[in-house]
Structure formats: C-alpha cells, structure tokens
C-alpha cells in the first residue's frame, strides 16, 4: 500500500470492543481507520469524501446497517464507498436484502484478521 | 427495549446501601401479561438446551479452555462486582425471549481477545465486551436454531453491573437455566423463549432456515 496515501476505512459499530478489534487488524495493514458508533454518525462522517471501504455493523442503535445501505442509495449523495456488513447474523434473506441494498461483502462475526484485512485489500485494490 | 426483565437489585441495594451502577433499567414483566403464551414443552426444552451449551461452549470456552457443566439451575447470585448481560430474541409471529449471560468481570477478562489491548482494561471495556459476547452467543444460538426453521431478531444487548445483584425468571416453564466452569471462572446462562401466538415454539413444519456460519466471509 502507499503508505503517503493509505486508503481510509471507516469502522462502524456500537461495540467499543469490536471497533478496536477490526481498527487494529486494519491498521496493522497499512490502513487509516476512523470509527463510528452507529449509522447515524457514519453517515455524518461520510459527507466527507476520501473513504476506500465501510465496515459495518447490522444490530446498532439509532440507525442500523442496513438503514445506512438505505440511506447510502439516496439518489442526492454522491457516490458512496463499498460497505461490508460484520456482524453475529447470519440469515441468508438478511444477506440477500444487504446484497440488494448495495453491500459489497458480509462477513460473520467472529471473523479472523487475516480475512478481515484480505477482504479489505481486495475491496479497496490495495496489492 | 426487548431483552430485559427478571432481574431485580437486592433490597439491600435500593435502600443505596452499596455502590450498585445500573447502566440500563430493566422491565420486569415480560411473558404473562400478554396472554396465553406458549412456553416450551420438554423436546423444545432439549433443542434449546443443548444448542445454548453448544454455541456457548463454542464462543466462551475456545482456545482449548477447559469447560465443565455444573448444573441446570442458577442459584441466587451473591457476587461481588457480578456483571449481567441481557439481549432480546423476537420475531413477527410473536416469538419472544431473551439471553442472559451472568458472570464476575474476571471472567469477561479472561475471554477479552487477544492481541488487542494492552495495559489494565477499563470498566466500561469489560462492560462493553459483555454485551459483545452476549450478541455474539445469541447470533450464534439463531444460526444453530435455523437448523429447525426458527429464525427471529436480536435486540441491542444490555449490561448491567452491581455488587450483589439477584436473578429472578418469571415463569421457569419458559426459561432455561445452566451454569458452567469455563477456566475455573462460574459462568451463568438463562434463555427465556415463549411464543404469544398459541403455537409450538418449533413447529417442525418450517424447513430449516439457510445462514451462514461463524467466520463466513461472503463478497458479492
């Protein structure tokens, strides 16, 4: 990676301990890692653009991850970085609604760092 | 917020006379006051036992802890510094319950992952990795329950923290109750299923319902 430029990855999740898991995993990779505690404010943070990946939680208070896969969509944004969905469901018509919605990726939790940062090289074109 | 109930603070403890921190509070009535309910007849009781002491053994005692089944009641708690983690089960049919995860902070330390931190972790750490674990117990719980057709949601979990704090269950026809030894550390589970629509918790009509298993990584 171009460690001048690393891609940005925003970590969206309401558990403290998950965000610290997954923004060390990926910044041991080379990545630079910002975190939000729920939809609500990924979406706030991604107003700013520079975001190679979002890494998203799907059970979170306020908005969830498939109300940011929603709120993503909205016609008046600009175009949005791919979102992976992390998180402990695995219910295939919930998978099938994300997959719809425009998610790129959902992985289940507890998921290894090693596939957690080689699902993220693959989505951002990171060598 | 689903999840909550059956669990009550020690009179001792609402007269202030310890340093109890309630982080969330808690309904105490959940089943019986919304009619006939459903509570689980004895196979439904043997589904649900064995697939908690499976996804848990799975989640709380990996990296070859040792494991030990010391009973199938809970008894009334009087721990020091006990932290109670809470997360709800629900779905459209009227399917209703909870998971409960009771055990001292140590416990929640010693499972904390590896690699991540170093240095003393915080309260709010330990609190915060509970509420974590019970999540990821319960998702695990719904995929080995799709297997007979049930399938429902997970509620945003909840942690609670006191110095002496009691667990009450409702109605014990619905809930089940195991406390195992993992590494030595007592760990407490109760699952609390009940079904408002009249019908059998686990049909045996409903095919299973696909998921994807623990540590899946699907791209599209």
């Keep these: ?127 | 917020m689903g999840g909550g109930a059956g669990v009550v603070t020690d009179p001792l403890m609402r007269a202030g006379a310890t340093s109890a921190q309630i982080l969330h509070s808690l309904e105490v009535t959940t089943m019986s006051d919304q009619g006939a309910d459903t509570l689980m007849n004895r196979d439904e009781r043997t589904i649900f036992s064995s697939v908690l002491l499976e996804a848990a053994r799975k989640l709380l005692a990996s990296d070859n802890r040792s494991w030990e089944i010391a009973g199938d009641q809970i008894e009334p708690l009087d721990l020091s510094g006990t932290l109670v983690a809470s997360i709800g089960l629900s779905n459209a049919d009227g399917l209703r319950g909870k998971l409960v995860l009771i055990a001292q902070p140590e416990f929640y330390r010693s499972v904390y992952p590896r690699g991540f931190h170093h240095g003393e972790l915080s309260d709010a750490a330990i609190a915060d990795w509970a509420s974590e674990l019970a999540n990821q117990l319960l998702g695990r719980i719904k995929n080995l329950l799709s297997a007979h057709g049930l399938d429902f949601s997970l509620s945003i979990p909840t942690v609670i923290g006191g110095d002496r704090v009691r667990l009450l269950c409702r109605d014990s026809h619905s809930c089940l109750e195991h406390s195992v030894r993992i590494d030595g550390h007592q760990v407490d589970l109760l699952l609390e299923v009940a079904h408002s629509g009249g019908r059998k918790i686990i049909s045996g009509d409903a095919g299973p319902v696909a998921a994807a298993s623990e540590g899946s990584a699907l791209l599209f």
């Design chain 1, 1 to 127: 990676m171009d460690t001048d430029n690393p891609k940005k990855v925003l970590v969206v999740d309401d558990s403290l301990t998950v965000r610290q898991q997954v923004s060390a995993a990926l910044a041991s990779a080379g990545f630079e890692v910002r975190e939000a505690e729920n939809g609500a404010q990924a979406l706030d943070q991604l107003r700013s653009s520079g975001f190679a990946l979002v890494i998203c939680d799907v059970n979170m208070p306020e908005m969830d991850g498939l109300e940011l896969l929603d709120a993503l969509r909205d016609p008046g944004r600009t175009a949005s970085p791919p979102v992976v969905m992390l998180t402990s469901e695995g219910r295939a018509d919930l998978i099938d609604r994300a997959k719809k919605a425009g998610a790129r990726g959902w992985l289940v939790k507890p998921i290894k760092p090693d596939q957690l940062v080689a699902v993220a090289r693959k989505l951002t074109g990171v060598g």
